[in-house]
């Protein structure tokens, strides 16, 4: 019961430090309109977290294509095609990733501390202090985290972590930004890509719609993107500015106000439950 106790307050702690660093972090901007869906970031991401040795030419599959992916385990980015209904022979490629959430509703569910959100802006993970209760992965609204199911003995959380070791340690670009052909990923503080992203839209408004997907969505997200076309025919979902820590925080708020612990609110449930039931069998 303790355990869950300081989780909470940890969990509570490590938002508040990310909020106040929220528009001083790294970003990325997703120019949808100029990705030619040649699946090189996804080559660059498998090389530099060691998910694959596959070649480069591997990724040039266009079978790939065929239905929308999610990530795995084994992928944390991948890009999807859209086709576009009056232009048969052109399509929209949209590349998915960990959106990198400015109050990330994983962090807010880890018991452990795991999952931080660092002062720079990536949502960082560490399996050492994960317990795989996967509430990370029932938290988050973009369906980011995955388990290594096939991994018996020592299975993590796998996502992308916005190559912090490769930001922080080495100054370089993450490697999808780095390898990206027709450089329509773009890497920089999060203020400076919303100054970007809404210079596009007033110099070019026939090409995009007036809209930057990740400004205030869910409280806004370090990954944002331009696009030509409603974010719901990409496989981008609708959503409000309100974060989602911020609906179910008060709840947990509430509970652990007056030191009642969840164990205690369970066996209360509990109770409640056998009752009913045990009236019913009468």
Same mark, same amino acid.
């Given at each position: ?168 340690? =080495?100054?370089?670009?993450? /490697?999808?930004?780095? @390898?990206?052909? !027709?450089?329509? +990923?773009? *890497? ?60 179910? =925080?008060?709840?947990?708020? /509430?509970?652990?106000? @007056?030191?009642? !612990?969840?164990? +205690?609110? *369970? ?16």
């Amino acid at each position: 019961m303790g355990s869950s106790v300081a989780g909470a307050a940890f969990a509570q702690s490590a938002l508040a430090e990310s909020s106040a660093n929220a528009e001083d972090g790294y970003g990325m901007l997703v120019d949808t309109t100029e990705c030619i869906g040649c699946r090189k970031c996804e080559w660059a991401c498998a090389q530099e977290n060691k998910l694959s040795d596959k070649p480069v030419e591997a990724f040039e599959d266009p079978s790939a294509f065929e239905e929308p992916r999610r990530m795995t385990a084994d992928a944390y980015t991948v890009v999807n095609r859209y086709d576009i209904p009056d232009q048969p022979a052109q399509h929209t490629f949209v590349k998915a990733q960990c959106m990198h959430c400015l109050r990330p509703a994983c962090v807010s569910a880890c018991l452990v501390g795991a999952l931080r959100r660092q002062p720079s802006g990536q949502v960082t993970y560490d399996a050492w202090k994960c317990m795989g209760c996967r509430y990370c992965m029932v938290a988050c609204p973009f369906q980011v985290p995955a388990y290594q199911y096939d991994n018996a003995l020592t299975p993590v959380v796998s996502k992308c972590n916005f190559c912090f070791n490769r930001v922080q340690n =080495e100054g370089k670009m993450p /490697a999808c930004a780095d @390898m990206c052909p !027709p450089m329509c +990923l773009t *890497f920089a503080k999060r203020s400076e890509l919303l100054r970007l992203a809404h210079q596009k839209i007033e110099a070019n408004p026939d090409r995009y719609l007036d809209h930057v997907y990740g400004e205030h969505e869910l409280g806004g997200t370090a990954w944002m993107y331009l696009t030509s076309r409603p974010v719901t025919e990409l496989g981008l979902l609708e959503f409000d500015a309100k974060a989602i820590p911020d609906r179910t =925080e008060p709840m947990q708020h /509430a509970i652990f106000k @007056m030191g009642v !612990p969840p164990m +205690l609110l *369970f066996g209360l449930l509990t109770v409640a439950m056998k009752t009913f039931e045990h009236k019913e069998e009468e």
